[in-house]
């Protein structure tokens, strides 16, 4: 069975861990002139958080500012959309129907290439999300965030075989750790929904107690990571420059 999911010219899920780095601007010109930037880094994939832009619930600035960040990002970069919402520690609160609006209207655009849905927004709310994304000819990140605790192993792959189950194409969860051994619960859950599910995951331990998660996941099965240029998106974030190199000694070593 496959474990891979291509996007652009980038497979996800084989080789060296791959780096994913968020952009966290309020402003079209803040926006477009961080991603014009990210030339000068290596940098496998380009998040748009949209929660901390301040036009994001205008449908038309939304999508017109996706393509003048798509332009340039250039035809290579493969860009994610997420607008992560209050319940699970984003920046702005939004209602179901306006969520399901605006991942319609970004999926449909064709400025960006993946869409983040939270697996947990209620079931039918999240299936109208996964199949209008995947009519539209984007694939879909299913995320869960617990800024607070990590849950037990079990709940953990439980949550990952839900998004798999759910149709996101990359099933991916950040847990909060409150002992160094939430840390390894979390790599011991990766591993069992690896070895289990059919396509790649993304697992993460925020804060600097689980900045390990960040830069391990090619030995326990977390396929991408996220790391920096300028502004965090969340806590242990490391600069993509430091975090390429740790990764390619590690991928090296392998």
């Known amino acids: 069975m496959s474990k891979t999911v291509r996007v652009r010219n980038l497979v996800i899920g084989e080789g060296k861990t791959k780096v994913i780095v968020p952009i966290v601007g309020k402003t079209r010109e803040e926006i477009v002139e961080k991603g014009a930037s990210f030339k000068n880094y290596a940098i496998d994939m380009v998040e748009w958080r949209v929660d901390?832009?301040?036009?994001?619930?205008?449908?038309?600035?939304?999508?017109?500012?996706?393509?003048?960040?798509?332009?340039?990002?250039?035809?290579?970069?493969?860009?994610?959309?997420?607008?992560?919402?209050?319940?699970?520690?984003?920046?702005?609160?939004?209602?179901?129907?306006?969520?399901?609006e605006l991942n319609k209207a970004i999926a449909e655009s064709g400025a960006v290439d993946l869409v983040d849905v939270e697996i947990f927004s209620g079931d039918d709310v999240v299936r109208e999300n996964i199949d209008a994304i995947h009519e539209a000819g984007c694939l879909v990140i299913g995320s869960n965030h617990d800024f607070h605790k990590t849950p037990e192993k079990d709940e953990l792959?439980?949550?990952?075989?839900?998004?798999?189950?759910?149709?996101?194409?990359?099933?991916?969860?950040?847990?909060?750790?409150?002992?160094r051994a939430d840390v390894l619960t979390l790599f011991a859950a990766t591993v069992e929904a690896d070895d289990s599910i059919d396509r790649p995951l993304i697992t993460m331990s925020m804060s600097p107690t689980g900045v390990i998660s960040r830069l391990a996941g090619e030995v326990f099965g977390s396929a991408m990571t996220f790391g920096m240029v300028g502004k965090a998106s969340a806590p242990g974030?490391?600069?993509?420059?430091?975090?390429?190199?740790?990764?390619g000694v590690l991928h090296n070593s392998l």
């Open 237 to 247: 974030q490391i600069p993509v420059e430091e975090l390429q190199e740790v990764l």
């Open 52 to 100: 901390f832009y301040e036009d994001v619930f205008d449908t038309e600035k939304l999508i017109e500012t996706a393509k003048q960040l798509r332009a340039a990002l250039g035809e290579e970069m493969p860009l994610l959309y997420t607008f992560r919402t209050a319940n699970e520690g984003g920046e702005k609160a939004i209602d179901a129907a306006k969520y399901t």
């Open 157 to 179: 792959v439980r949550r990952l075989t839900k998004m798999s189950d759910m149709g996101a194409d990359i099933p991916k969860i950040a847990v909060w750790p409150q002992s």
